[in-house]
């Protein structure tokens, strides 16, 4: 498989083919930041400035399309530093990315804050892991197995 290589025992590793769209402004591949982040980096490709207005959502281009290999996903999930100092996120999080889609990788954004928020050409706006998916076959019962917790949500267990 694509994402498996013998011999890799200390972590996993995924081959993904990667395609810029456009050379200006210039792409920029998603990049891990640090030795043990689980994600990727991806930044903004844009050819202007884009504001996102209090409230509002925006589709930032990437600039980039990818093959996911079979049996894969791409997530993409928001940047907690953005989340956290200016109430930015992801309109759907996590995206996915399936592994027949060959299109621009694009990041909606939401801006939960009380101000507009520009983003910039390069700036790191979402995070984006590779992972394995399973796919369901459905065993219909009439009744499921019980547990402890039942049919218990939404706060039954505690804070």
């Not at 983003?119 to 009744?143: H, K, T, Y």
Request: aromatic share 4%.
């Amino acid at each position: 498989m694509p994402c498996e290589e013998e011999g890799v025992t200390d972590q996993n590793r995924c081959r993904v083919q990667i395609q810029r769209l456009r050379s200006e402004p210039p792409v920029e591949v998603p990049a891990y930041e640090s030795a043990g982040a689980a994600g990727m980096d991806v930044r903004a490709c844009l050819a202007e400035p884009l504001t996102i207005a209090a409230g509002g959502t925006a589709l930032v281009p990437t600039g980039f399309a990818i093959a996911v290999p079979h049996g894969y996903e791409a997530q993409i999930r928001p940047r907690s530093g953005l989340a956290l100092k200016h109430a930015l996120s992801l309109a759907n999080t996590p995206g996915t990315i399936d592994s027949d889609y060959r299109g621009e990788v694009g990041i909606i954004m939401i801006n939960h804050g009380s101000e507009p928020f520009t983003i910039e050409n390069g700036m790191r706006i979402a995070q984006m892991v590779v992972a394995p998916v399973s796919r369901v076959e459905w065993d219909e019962v009439p009744e499921l197995p019980g547990t402890d917790r039942g049919a218990g949500g939404f706060g039954s267990t505690g804070h």
